[in-house]
């Protein structure tokens, strides 16, 4: 089954600009994965689904701040101009024929 | 709007089971997976469980095999979670969630809480 790694933490300043990765285990590196945001005592709100080709389709209302993108194995979010309310813990899922998989999450500062 | 109303916090003693609902609205029910994901104190997201709303076959994680059972209830649109033998580990906040094929919707999580 597939297997995602992030980073544990990753910290940008309040107006830039960050990238978080999440990345595929080998063979897997085709897969589609989503990207899910989790404020503090929330529970977790579905961003973006993002192929490999680095299309991806995100959930109603998400700002256009976010956007996704693909290398290889490597599926990124990136957020622009980043606001306060975007420090949050962001996991990446991916899915098999009888399973699901959820990356171990970045924490993201905002300084 | 899609909408997962879960039930609420929940008090169990080690060896005890505990039963979790999802109350599914705003959507054909019939399309989609529901599944359940739990994230214990300060930890990340395991996923444990998923049923096709449509068939009613299931899907169970290794780590839960025997001890969880999902069911559905497709005149009520809701979505049940049972976990036996419970031990402290168990304790965490339990999430239903929607599929089609991507998580895109979750419901607001019950407190579940082993203590003797």
């Known amino acids: 089954q597939p297997v995602l790694t992030q980073s544990s933490s990753a910290s940008a300043s309040l107006g830039s600009s960050v990238k978080l990765i999440c990345t595929l285990s080998?063979?897997?590196?085709?897969?589609?994965i989503a990207w899910h945001q989790q404020r503090p005592g929330k529970a977790p709100r579905y961003l973006m689904k993002l192929e490999g080709s680095g299309s991806y389709n995100k959930g109603s209302g998400v700002p256009d701040r976010f956007s996704g993108s693909s290398s290889g194995a490597d599926r990124s979010l990136t957020i622009s101009n980043l606001q306060s309310e975007d420090e949050a813990d962001y996991y990446c899922?991916?899915?098999?024929?009888?399973?699901?998989?959820f990356g171990g999450g970045t924490k993201l500062t905002v300084l | 709007q899609v909408q997962l109303v879960q039930s609420g916090t929940e008090v169990k003693k080690p060896g005890a089971s505990v039963k979790v609902s999802c109350k599914a609205s705003?959507?054909?029910?019939?399309?989609?997976?529901v599944h359940w994901v739990r994230q214990p104190p300060g930890q990340g997201l395991e996923w444990m469980a998923m049923?096709?709303?449509?068939?009613?076959?299931?899907t169970y994680a290794q780590n839960f095999q025997g001890r969880v059972t999902m069911t559905r209830d497709t005149s009520t649109s809701t979505v049940y979670m049972d976990l036996t033998s419970l031990r402290s580990e168990d304790t965490a906040v339990y999430y239903c969630?929607?599929?089609?094929?991507?998580?895109?919707?979750w419901g607001q999580g019950t407190l579940v809480t082993v203590s003797s």
């Open positions: 969630a929607r599929s089609g094929p991507a998580v895109d919707s």
């Open positions: 705003g959507y054909t029910f019939t399309s989609y997976y």
């Open positions: 080998s063979g897997h590196s085709s897969y589609i």
């Open positions: 049923i096709n709303f449509n068939s009613g076959v299931t």
């Open positions: 899922e991916t899915w098999d024929t009888n399973t699901r998989v």
